[in-house]
T-cell receptor
Framework: NAGVTQTPKFQVLKTGQSMTLQCAQD?????MYWYRQDPGMGLRLIYY???????DKGEVPNGYNVSRLNKREFSLRLESAAPSQTSVYFC?????????????FGSGTRLTVV | AQRVTQPEKLLSVFKGAPVELKCNYS??????LFWYVQYSRQRLQLLLR??SRESIKGFTADLNKGETSFHLKKPFAQEEDSAMYYC???????????????FGQGTILTVHP
């Protein structure tokens, strides 16, 4: 049971390059999320998808786009990477209403923009 | 606006000592509160939820609505408790933003032998 799988685990980009972070979950969760983790800032929500076919901005959406490809997959795209986007990115999924409700996180993608 | 504050970036204790990680929140209403933990080289995982009133790995957390706090406590810290701890808040079930978590800044706990 893989849970939430993120790829790649590490990436180095040059300023202006684009890339897509992939996330897939196998728990049949409706909701999926992208967070970034920065020292002293905690985790900040970039975008989320409450259910298949819907996406909404979170706290820090600028410079990012997302696609909820299907119920399993939720990708995050950086169209033109900037050094300020150097961070660790976490994907998570959850299912509202469950007694054991809580986020299941991926292992993270460490992105460096030079 | 909802906010979670963890006033301590770093917390060091010795093995066997009590530990308390502080969490204060700002929310209009009755939120759901959580503690998440990230051990070295591992992914973030749920430690406990205030609704469950459970004790996980010896940790407990009591929701104090008057002080808007949800401090995490353990009477006798162990070296394996060393990790990053995040307090998080969600709107209650039925709310429009239910499901989105707002995280605090995190506290790095180090338990010395």
């Amino acid at each position: 049971n893989a849970g939430v799988t993120q790829t790649p685990k590490f990436q180095v980009l040059k300023t202006g390059q684009s890339m897509t972070l992939q996330c897939a979950q196998d728990m049949n969760h409706n909701s999926m999320y992208w967070y970034r983790q920065d020292p002293g800032m905690g985790l900040r929500l970039i975008y989320y998808s409450a259910s298949e076919g819907t996406t909404d901005k979170g706290e820090v959406p600028n410079g990012y786009n997302v696609s909820r490809l299907n119920k399993r997959e939720f990708s995050l795209r950086l169209e033109s990477a900037a050094p300020s986007q150097t961070s660790v990115y976490f994907c998570a999924s959850s299912e509202r209403g469950r007694e054991d409700y809580g986020y299941t996180f991926g292992s993270g993608t460490r992105l460096t923009v030079v | 606006a909802q906010r979670v504050t963890q006033p301590e970036k770093l917390l060091s204790v010795f093995k066997g000592a009590p530990v308390e990680l502080k969490c204060n929140y700002s929310y209009s209403g009755s939120p759901e509160l959580f503690w998440y933990v990230q051990y070295s080289r591992q992914r973030l995982q749920l430690l406990l939820r205030h609704i469950s009133r459970e004790s996980i790995k010896g940790f407990t957390a009591d929701l104090n609505k008057g002080e808007t706090s949800f401090h995490l406590k353990k009477p006798f810290a162990q070296e394996e408790d060393s990790a990053m701890y995040y307090c998080a808040l969600s709107a209650p079930a039925g709310g429009t933003s239910y499901g989105k978590l707002t995280f605090g800044q995190g506290t790095i706990l180090t338990v010395h032998p």
